[in-house]
């Protein structure tokens, strides 16, 4: 459904915070651990959790920055045996909280709240990347950058995701960013969500678009088998899932003439690279709530 601008001056004011407050300090005794799901069939999906660790890694910010898969290795297990350091803040790499943030990652890296002494180590637990309120310029970055000469008078913004009716907090992380850039000034017709497996669908994109021109954003981490294949089918860009033709072409075609209206598809927000900063906000924020003396 298309939202409307809504009265959310906690989550705008939390923007402006982010915004305004200081870079965040050295940890120059502590490690970083970026968590990330991993796939067996695509070995391209861990690329950005291991930019994104290279470009924290970078900025001498930690003692050490790592990344650990439930899908791939290094394992969640084989976490403990890559760090040495004593302190330890866990940053789940992923776009909602759900399944594999509240009872997996726990489970695994055996974290029992907030912050976790384990074996003469803690722990220290971050929210996931998706939900904090800085992933709204993100995704606006990316729709400028996929469709630059266009006007967002003109043009309805998708944000779309997997969905799932086993957890609603799957949605809840784009439902969020929808009402966040509705209620800006960023000057779009509509903003909406869509999913590939619950209404609204995105396969019926077009329907959703009173404008003439269209941006849809996927809302992954990576650009895996999602971003690359099904939503292109589902969309039209494609007829069928098709192999890696598809990761070099259907980005570098814009925009796409589909249904009478200007498709402008971007690759997944989280193959941005200044996600690197929303994981540091989330360390950032953790302090703020949980180590503010």
């Not at 791939?72 to 399944?99: H, K, M, N, Q, T």
């Not at 994109?205 to 021109?213: H, K, Y």
Request: with cysteine; charged share 20%.
């Amino acid at each position: 459904m298309l939202r409307t601008k809504n009265a959310l001056g906690s989550c705008i004011s939390e923007i402006a915070l982010h915004l305004a407050r200081m870079p965040m300090k050295h940890k120059s005794q502590c490690a970083l651990l970026i968590v990330g799901h991993g796939s067996t069939e695509n070995p391209d999906s861990s690329t950005p959790y291991f930019e994104h660790a290279q470009e924290i890694r970078s900025r001498g910010l930690f003692a050490e920055v790592h990344c650990c898969f439930w899908k791939e290795e290094p394992s969640l297990r084989e976490a403990a045996y890559l760090i040495d350091s004593d302190e330890i803040y866990v940053v789940p790499d992923f776009i909602s909280e759900g399944y594999f943030t509240q009872e997996v990652i726990p489970r695994e890296l055996q974290l029992t709240g907030a912050s976790t002494h384990l074996h003469g180590k803690t722990y220290h637990y971050c929210l996931p990347v998706g939900i904090h309120p800085s992933m709204t310029d993100l995704i606006l970055k990316r729709a400028k950058e996929v469709a630059p000469d266009i006007d967002p008078a003109m043009t309805t913004l998708i944000i779309t995701g997997h969905g799932t009716g086993l957890n609603q907090n799957s949605t809840k992380a784009i439902r969020d960013q929808v009402d966040l850039i509705q209620a800006s000034d960023a000057g779009y017709a509509a903003v909406t969500d869509a999913y590939m497996e619950e209404a609204p669908f995105i396969a019926q994109w077009d329907e959703m678009a009173p404008t003439p021109n269209v941006i849809v954003v996927p809302f992954f981490i990576s650009d895996g088998l999602h971003s690359y294949q099904d939503i292109p089918v589902l969309l039209g860009i494609e007829n069928e899932v098709g192999a890696a033709y598809s990761q070099r072409e259907i980005f570098r075609h814009n925009p796409h003439h589909l249904r009478g209206k200007s498709l402008y598809y971007s690759s997944a927000i989280g193959t941005e690279r200044l996600l690197a900063d929303v994981i540091l906000d989330q360390v950032h924020d953790f302090d703020l709530q949980h180590l503010s003396s």
